[in-house]
């Protein structure tokens, strides 16, 4: 017997409800339903907030999904809406906008609503006041709060009242329904004038209509709804009796008395309907009966059902739950999995929907219900010494530590248990990880770790994650975007073990300088003679001399330099350390230095260092030799720019070799012919070195001029494309 079995009335017996039909879906809640028609018609002291809670297992949110039925217009087609309360039915209005935050964060769902109303805002911060500005209605629905977030272990409930469902309430003029736990429910309208909010307890005796309920179990108990033929399915008489005692067993429960119905229909050996003994009155006794009506010990159902009770995201791959349970209870339970469906069978179903199977194609598992599995975490003697438990097992699943080859779940998930399992910070050392793990999974996790726990290497990828889930990049774009951040942090080591992935990293970081206030650079070189320090030593902070780099064999201008030394040069504030200002009539770039013919400058001054390595270089400015732009347009490589992306291209292919994405504004970027991109932002300077494309055949044809300008691009996968990362960011 399924969910939508025991859920949906027949719509035939109209007892209790004033001579109408009980609604399709819900086959009851008549009070409630009023209550949010006139919500949703905006009647006249109507609240314009409502706040639907209760236990679990109440049915909070099969109601909301029977009433959205009534509010969507193709829906309503397909309902017997003359032969319902009228009182119960909404007009016919455009379908509300339903942000659903399973496994999203608060962020997340803040854009999903920013795409419905096409808000033309480019920060989470600037959603909500453009919501509370709109100039049409702005009716805003959120089931299911309980379920929000990646991580059960980040609380993003709490996140999602606080960030979304308060500010929306407060802005006077959205009109906002939301599912949310008890816990949370008052925080909702906590600070709303009178008569504005109203929460809606399902398991007050005003909304729990045990009517409804009974009504509900008799349907479900039918055999035109699918249950065996048995002598209280057959019998009207005896099917309403049972319905009766199920429903005042289960004290108004939906959870509690589905349970019941499953339980009884999938064995109906040894049920005796008569005796109320058998009939449970929680989940926790739903669980410990039907052990126990099959022989079995109900420690033992609860360890079977454990692995499905921590599983994180969608539902956990049929392949793992054997091995987990039994890494949960320290012994072997492959047997009893195996041979005990019909144990485990009323508490498990496949996963629905658009998460039902992992990347791999293989299909998940989950419980029926978080209640169950509330129930069922609640019941294990130490949950953190099972989730430790699972997350060894996972780690070892991982093949001779190759995250590539790792499953879905095992690679997206591990972080989550091991969060809940106190380990985590143990867990983020390892730059495979933070490379092919889902970015905003391990993001929640990440964040959800004191800070000052946390390693250097998790430091700097928790710098990074906003990047990573900003942009859905690729595990290779992850991997680069990491490399870089190493390499600004001082990790070389790091950076090397992300090149060792083996992924064809799109550059290689060749140095970074932590610089505030770099406002443009250039590439160029230095002839290596006496006048222009070419035996030079250290620069005063201590960097390396100037003669470790390798010469550059590029030609500057029209003529060639000899073993001259390639250098980046960067335009910063006058005054900082080792700069130099730079005066009309030195014959540098423009772009290097504001001359004004008067011997006086606009507070620029200009630092040369290294283009292939570290090291500042002590070198008169007016020395450096720029690549002429013949020599630019002849190079295999160019660039574009926007105000937080860098994009390199080939220029026979058009093609992006290498996009950078960064999470503040760049000031400036330059391209050496050898394909040495040098980029700064406010933060400071880095260049990266990219590979040179292999030259084409000689046959081949060119299909761009090598004077031509690049055409205008389309944007590449990197780039920020919504709101399916963590926050959606549409700099």
Known sequence: MGDEEFMHATGEERGGTGGYAPHPYIGGRTAVLRALAAWRMQWPGAPRVVVLTGSP?????????????????????????????????????????????????????????????????????????????????????????????????ADEPARLVRDVLKPLAETGTVQLLADVPRALAAEVIAALPSGQGQ?????????????????????SLAPEAGAPALPYTEDPGARRALAEAVAERADGNRLTARLAVRCVLMRPEGFDPSDGSHLPGSVDEALDLHARRLGADPRTLRLILAPLALAEGAGL????????????????????????????????????GPGDADGAGRKLLRLVHPGVADAVRAGLADARDAQTRIAMALLEAVPEQDWSRAAPYVRDHLAAHTLAAGLLPQL????????????????????????????????????????LTRSQASVVMRAALLETAFVEDGLGPYADAVHALGLGLPWRTLWSVPLPGVTGVT????????????????????????????????????????????????????GTPGSRTVFAGTGAESKIGSATGTGETDGSAVLVHQLLG??????????????????????????????????????????????????????????????????????????????LPASPPASAPVSVSLSAPVPAPAPPADTPAGPHGREGDRT
């Open 57 to 153: 297992g109440s049915g909070r949110s099969h109601l909301v999904a029977g009433f959205l039925m009534l509010c969507d217009p193709e829906h309503r087609k397909r309902l017997p809406l003359d032969d319902l309360d009228p009182t119960t039915v909404p007009p016919d209005l455009p379908a509300p906008a339903v942000a659903a935050p399973e496994g999203r964060t608060a962020g997340q769902v803040l854009w999903t609503l920013a795409d419905h109303f096409g808000l033309a805002a480019t920060r989470g911060a600037d959603i909500v006041p453009g919501l509370a500005a709109a100039a049409g209605p702005v009716t805003v629905v959120v089931p299911d709060v309980d379920r929000a977030g990646p991580v059960r272990a």
């Open 199 to 219: 929460i809606i307890d399902l398991d007050e005796p005003r909304w729990a209509d045990p009517e409804g309920l009974v009504h509900q179990v008799e349907t």
């Open 317 to 352: 791959p049929l392949r793992l739950w054997g091995p987990l349970a039994s890494a949960v209870a320290g012994r072997d339970l492959t047997e009893e999995i195996a041979d005990g469906m019909l144990l485990a069978g009323p508490f498990v179903e496949a996963a629905g």
């Open 428 to 467: 983020l050392t390892d730059p495979g990880l933070f490379a092919h793990a889902d970015p905003v999974a391990l993001r929640t996790a990440v964040e959800a770790v004191p800070y000052e726990t946390l390693g250097a290497p998790a430091r700097t990828y928790l710098r990074t994650a906003p990047l």
């Open 523 to 574: 590439v160029g070189s230095l002839p290596r003679t006496p006048a222009t320090g070419g035996v030079a030593g250290p620069d005063p902070a201590g960097t390396d001399p100037i003669g470790t780099a390798p010469p550059s064999t590029h030609t500057a201008g029209t003529d060639p330099v000899v073993a001259a030394l390639p250098v980046a040069v960067f335009v910063v504030p006058e």
């Open 614 to 691: 570290p090291g500042l270089v002590d070198a008169d400015p007016a020395q450096v030799l720029h690549p002429s732009e013949d020599v630019r347009a002849a190079a295999p490589l160019t660039l574009s720019q926007g105000a937080d992306y860098v994009r390199v291209w080939d220029r026979q292919r058009t093609e992006v070799v290498a996009a950078l994405v960064s999470d503040v504004p760049f000031t400036d970027a330059d391209l050496s012919p050898e394909g040495v991109l040098v980029v700064a932002t406010e933060r400071g300077v880095k260049a990266l070195q990219i590979p």
